[in-house]
């Protein structure tokens, strides 16, 4: 890959269905959630930012740098978090979104994109950005794109239209096949948590 690719994982939302706990500090066999997900990304990206609003000083353990969001888009979501992040990236580097509560994901997830990525785009230079697809369902949390593509988030926030979709149709981005589900596990809910501990057949 020419360009230099920048993960970002986001970790500001609210968490609301996890009772408004701070989803990337809650524990996953002896480690917090993010720390899974740094380990898996941290090998896949040239430099790894983390999207924080609270618990700052827990993240900062972390040693990687924490982006809160511009005070125009506090409290409005995934999008704040990549719009904050622009101003730290180059227009011409790959940008890797990934989400604090997937410890799972693959560790070829950046590879595969971008490669899919890069082959779309000579078919058809309208597609911006690509993201993971199952047999069950799209993940849209985990899309790429250059960072001078993603600034189409800014008028995004302006209108106040906050969803993912709305940003990967701006995109005009394409689903990209991935065979295992389970390595796009959320844990949204405490449930989702507690099955994950109970039945991980790995040590992660």
Excluded at 47 to 57: F, I, P, W
Excluded at 66 to 91: F, K, R
Aim: charged share 25%.
């Amino acid at each position: 890959m020419a360009q230099k690719v920048v993960g970002l994982i986001l970790a500001g939302g609210e968490g609301r269905r996890m009772g408004y706990q701070n989803k990337g500090l809650l524990p996953l066999q002896g480690r917090r959630l993010v720390e899974h997900v740094v380990a898996r990304i941290a090998p896949q990206v040239d430099q790894l930012y983390l999207s924080a609003n609270r618990d700052l000083t827990c993240y900062e353990s972390l040693g990687l740098p924490i982006i809160t969001d511009e005070p125009q888009w506090e409290g409005m979501g995934p999008l704040a978090g990549i719009a904050s992040l622009l101003p730290y990236v180059e227009a011409n580097q790959q940008v890797q979104i990934v989400s604090c509560d997937g410890p799972l994901i693959p560790v070829d997830l950046v590879e595969k994109l971008a490669k899919a990525l890069a082959r779309l785009q000579r078919e058809d230079a309208m597609i911006k950005a690509v993201y993971p697809v199952t047999d069950q369902r799209e993940h849209y949390i985990y899309l790429q794109a250059l960072a001078k593509d993603l600034e189409v988030v800014l008028p995004l926030l302006e209108k106040g239209d906050l969803r993912i979709r709305a940003l990967l149709k701006k995109l005009s981005a394409a689903p990209i096949y991935f065979d295992e589900e389970r390595a796009f596990i959320n844990c949204n809910r405490p449930q989702d948590l507690e099955a994950l501990e109970r039945n991980c057949d790995e040590k992660l």
